[in-house]
């Protein structure tokens, strides 16, 4: 069964860190890309970051590129986004997924919710 699992989503203040990560089964972890990605409220779900299999490939949306990281564990199929300086904007339901179908992220996880305070 294909499953991704999120935790590490919480409250936080402005200019602090969180970590997310995303436990995969094996069939999603050998996907060609697993990305994150947010909803905020009355928002549509926007991409936040992605990762390549072998992790040579990793994009990021332009307003998180230089505050955000993505990696990969293989020892644990484990998806990580690293989230430093966090901003009131940066508040959404994070969810994690896989590409198991080419050029589409057709798996997700049950997200986990963010919150950043002024």
């Known amino acids: 069964q294909v499953q991704l699992a999120e935790s590490g989503g919480g409250i936080v203040q402005a200019g602090g860190s969180l970590r997310l990560d995303c436990v995969a089964s094996e069939e999603a972890f050998r996907s060609n890309y697993m990305a994150w990605f947010r909803q905020a409220p009355g928002k549509e779900r926007e991409f936040v970051a992605s990762i390549s299999r072998n992790s040579e490939l990793r994009g990021y949306f332009d307003t998180v590129k230089d505050r955000f990281t993505i990696s990969r564990d293989d020892a644990k199929n484990t998806v990580s986004l690293q989230m430093n300086s966090l901003k009131p904007e940066d508040t959404a339901v994070y969810y994690c997924?896989?590409?198991?179908?080419?050029?589409?992220?057709?798996?997700w996880g049950q997200g986990t919710q963010v919150t950043v305070s002024s």
């Open positions: 997924a896989a590409q198991l179908s080419p050029g589409r992220y057709d798996t």
